[in-house]
């Protein structure tokens, strides 16, 4: 399902959509717009609104319905709670819990006042139409027979003013473009691993590509055989499905066409992303135990973001180059699969023992971390990846956990992310935990032991990028929810696609 987003100017007063949306502040100074439909539908408004408890406190919405008043049915009005604290985040709540009630009324078509007190107009557009576009996702992929979940809301259309009109459609745009690349992870997180085998990915990431004018590659079991890929073909033993290194290519970092070639400089070195991308996580010989073993069809979540990221950065044009790698194969058991204690001679020659085979991202990332550095040379790499329970452990579902080597990179990313709305927080990385990491038969041993799992897996990933300035996202914590929070999707929630996105935003403005 796929709806559609147009900005213009107008009055909701005079709007033909079946609903129209208005924010509201807890602390008086309601919008003109708010008094307009007040006087509009009498004194009835300001009473409904006070017999369900409406105060404007955050994310709260009330309905009302409009009594053939106002051409549209239904008014929602949309808590941001204390008019100092008013963010962007706010926004983006309200915004979607009042899409979700709109839709459960039977709107097809809503319309949002974006006037919104202390925010500027391209930031309320962006805000408003993530929101919506986020909230009103839900995954539905294989019901047969659907009751009231067929209720969509089909169109948005957010009236800005005059002078704002240009910037709530810059800001629309991306919104849209960010909340489309977060839902089409989720999609991919959400469908079973029946259906989304590396090959589906790879086909997906064919098409993406074509779609957006980006470029792709598809490396094949043998081709990892040659490039002697042994910690990405280990993982991929014990599967029966072929495995798959996918490689985005989107240069936008060209210079403008007609300006003289000689001034180009000698090849911009790319921004490379790297996502963990296991279709199924059985935790292979080390088999997982049975309860919410089926939650790990979503372990491809960090390869989905990446290649949502690609996609994004090419909708937006965004002048940056970039290269993104998704390491993508299960990790089954069989009879031909790697077992506890096995060796294997990953890209880079660093030999690792396998003494778990349930982590297996760190082997998959190893690889594919190596190859990127090796043959992009990229100016900074980030990995995204559903790496270990240890992060929610740590974090819960509400914050990414953030390591890296270098100091510049992560504050980079930190600010990236606080300007997308996500929360990373930052875990140290002393020499200290290597100690835990170091085998008695090989370079490396593949995990740590329970103590500080999230850092130990982070420790063996920054022995494959060298000195290249690297951060490592784990959103093991925070790519699933069991119900929906505003925004937050129940189920696979496509957690880090907006700071990925972000961070190619915050990039393309350094250029
Ligand atoms: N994919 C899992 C981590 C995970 C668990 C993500 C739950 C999301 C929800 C990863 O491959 C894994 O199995 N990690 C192990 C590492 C351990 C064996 C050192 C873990 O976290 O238990
Ligand atoms: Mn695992
Ligand atoms: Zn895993």
Partial sequence: ???????????????????????????????????????????????????????????????????????????????????????????????????????????????????????????????????????????????????????????????????????????????????????????????????????????RARTLARAHGFACEVIDRKGMERLKMGALLGVARGSLEPPKLIILRYDGARPPRGRAARSRPAAVKPIALVGKTITFDSGGISLKPADKMEQMKSDMLGGAGVLAAMAAAAQLELPVSVVGLLPATENMPSGTAIKPGDVVTAFSGTTIEVVNTDAEGRLVLADALAYAIKRYQPRVILDVATLTGACSVALGQHAIGLLGTDPALIERVKRSADASGERVWQLPLWDDYYEQIKSDVADLKNTGGRPAGTITAAAFLSRFVGSTPWAHLDIAGTMWSDETRHYVSKGATGAGVRVLIQFLIDAAGRA
């Fill in 1 to 203: 399902m796929t709806t559609r987003v147009v900005v213009k100017t107008g009055s909701v007063l005079r709007a033909a959509e079946d609903g129209v949306v208005l924010f509201r502040h807890a602390d008086g100074g309601e919008p003109p717009a708010f008094a307009e439909v007040a006087k509009a539908l009498g004194p009835a408004f300001r009473q409904a609104l006070k017999a369900c408890g409406f105060e404007g406190k955050p994310a709260h919405v009330a309905l009302v319905h409009t009594m053939g008043r106002l051409p549209a049915r239904v008014v929602v009005v949309a808590g941001l709670g204390p008019r100092e604290s008013t963010t962007s985040e706010r926004v983006r709540q309200a915004a979607a819990r009042a899409a979700q009630r709109a839709r459960d009324a039977g709107c097809e078509r809503l319309a949002f006042d974006l006037n919104v007190k202390g925010l500027d107009p391209g930031e309320t557009a962006r805000a408003c139409a993530e929101g919506a576009l986020l909230g009103l996702y839900r995954f539905t992929g294989y019901k047969t027979e659907r009751g009231d979940d067929r209720r969509e809301v089909r169109h948005l259309t957010l009236l800005a003013t005059e002078g704002g009109l240009a910037a709530a459609r810059a800001g629309a745009r991306r919104g849209e473009i960010i909340a489309d690349g977060v839902n089409q992870a989720r999609e991919l997180g959400n469908l079973p691993s029946n259906a989304v085998t590396p090959t589906h990915i790879a086909e």
